[in-house]
């Protein structure tokens, strides 16, 4: 899962949660029967599975792994079972995992070694070299955008060549990626990229590359990067830099998508979630939550022998946490005349997080000043009036392009979801609303290998599963749409590239 969240205030909360809300340009839809069939005990058999999947295959289910495979082989048999019309659709991307942890010593002027960390994609090594700074690293950082460090092949002193060399870079201005490349090909055998230092970006911060790197990659804080890029420019600072990675540019993965038997084919509501989880652990909050949730909303819809109006695909993603590559290979291979027939993309990534809010999708922009396209507005009140009408808080969260919600907006399909929080930290006014810890993140054991069977909260998964059942089931049955014609479709427009989370500046 790759989405930041915003806080607000309490007041604004209590103003989102009891104030009238916009009234959805679709159908009310009795949505009851569905809801009540989607159990918090259903969700959780699906869990379960999950995590013995991932502890029998080295405690992962991440794209490029017999986790994986394995996960994509139970929900493929469920959805067969249920009756959808289940197919694979594989592709290529480039598999990343870290062998050991990344390690940065000073070997002269001698001291401690540095907490680090190593960037994902990056090339493995072992390298003692003289660090040489950037040319237009900005020390002290002035308002942000402030460094563009490393953009430029120009940024750099070409390096030595009879002697190794670390190029040190400060974060901002362009992808990781050019900052890397653009070293490599200065000459440098290693790069150390350290965070940019306004508020919110001096820690030490941990990217990818978004593909494989020609050269060993690591991180710094703010605070260790300013000073040993002083140290570096006062007189030879040699470090020893070394990583330990392996990388496959051709690994193979695939996208479950399973299509209702019924409903009609030229007007498709994507439901999407991804079933990856990051190598580190077994993913069962991100994303085993919402790929179990819309599983079990599949599985009922079936068992009850609900008809749908709209041809319902549930899509399972892959390799979302390479860079949301599973959906942008959906969204890109589509033909213009499926690219037509899909009408929204509901998309649910976290919805068990320990320390939970109800977060959804700003739709119209006004909260976060980013909307999706027209559509997304009515997909967002649709979230909220159900909560407003469940006596129920809830948040607004932004469309910034961190999950798989990303390449559908991109291609100008409407969406929407719902979200319980990942690394971000709940505030006081939240704790106040929704109840757990202020102070601590929404999900402690985002992206670790705690992040296991016993790291989900029921009552989210109860209340937001419940959400997610009624939208689904409302977009699937209803006769008008989102547009003032009372169409569900607007003009599709040509998709634009996309690129995926922490690959930008």
């Known amino acids: 899962m790759r989405t930041r969240t915003l806080a607000v205030p309490l007041v604004a909360a209590l103003i989102v949660a009891l104030a009238p809300q916009p009234a959805s340009a679709v159908d009310e839809i009795s949505t009851k029967k569905l809801r009540d069939a989607v159990t918090v005990a259903g969700i959780l058999g699906h869990e379960r599975v999950l995590q013995r999947i991932a502890t029998q295959n080295g405690g992962t289910r991440a794209s490029g792994t017999p986790g994986f495979a394995a996960s994509a082989a139970y929900v493929t048999g469920v959805l067969k079972s249920a009756g959808y019309k289940v197919k694979e659709q594989k592709f290529t991307f480039a598999f990343y995992r870290e062998l050991a942890p990344a390690q940065l010593l000073r070997v002269s002027p001698a001291g401690p070694a540095y907490a680090t960390t190593t960037y994902d994609y990056s090339a493995s090594g072992d390298i003692t070299g003289r660090v040489v700074p950037a040319l237009d690293n900005v020390l002290p950082p002035t308002a942000t955008p402030s460094s563009t460090a490393g953009c430029s092949a120009t940024d750099f002193t070409p390096a030595s060549a009879t002697a190794p060399e670390i190029a040190l870079i400060q974060r901002g201005g362009c ?218 808080a809830t948040d607004p969260t932004a469309f910034d392009g961190r999950s798989d919600y990303g390449p559908f907006i991109d291609a100008g399909i409407p969406a ?60 699937a049955r209803t006769k008008t749409g989102f547009y003032p014609d009372g169409s569900l479709r607007a003009p599709a427009r040509p998709a634009l590239p996309y690129r995926g989370d922490h690959l930008v500046r």
Not at 209 to 225: C, N, Q
Not at 417 to 434: D, H, I, M, N, R
């Open 175 to 392: 992808d990781f990626a050019v900052k890397a490349a653009n070293a490599a090909a200065a000459g440098y055998d290693a790069a150390i990229i350290f965070n940019e230092g306004q508020e919110g970006r001096t820690e030490l911060f941990h990217g990818t590359l978004g593909g494989p790197a020609a050269i060993p990659v690591v991180g710094l804080s703010f605070a260790d990067g300013s000073a040993l890029d002083a140290a570096a420019s006062a007189g030879d600072v040699t470090l020893r830099v070394v990583t330990s990675t392996e990388v496959n540019p051709n690994a193979t993965t695939s996208n479950i998508i399973a299509d209702s038997p019924a409903g009609n084919p030229d007007r498709v509501l994507v439901v999407g979630a991804h079933l990856d989880s990051v190598v580190p652990g077994p993913g069962i909050n991100d994303n085993g939550s919402g790929s179990a949730t819309i599983l079990e909303i599949a599985v009922q819809l079936a068992k009850l022998k609900i008809t749908p109006r709209q041809q319902v695909r549930f899509a399972f993603w892959g390799a979302e946490e390479g860079g949301l590559l599973g959906s942008t290979h959906y969204v890109a291979n589509l033909s213009d005349t499926d690219l037509t027939h899909i009408f929204a993309n509901l998309n649910f990534d976290m919805v068990g997080s320990p320390n939970y809010v109800r977060f959804v999708y700003d739709g119209d922009g006004s909260a976060t000043g980013t909307s999706g396209p027209t559509g997304s507005d009515q997909i967002e009140s649709l979230f909220t009036n159900y909560f407003t009408a469940q006596g129920l």
């Open 416 to 475: 929407g979801g719902l979200f319980s929080g990942a690394e971000g930290v709940k505030t006081p006014e939240q704790a106040a609303v929704y109840g757990g810890t202020a102070g601590a993140p929404y999900d402690a054991c985002y992206h670790q290998a705690c992040d296991d069977i016993n790291n989900l909260n029921a009552k989210a998964l109860s209340e937001l599963g419940d959400g997610a059942a009624h939208a689904v089931l409302t977009l």
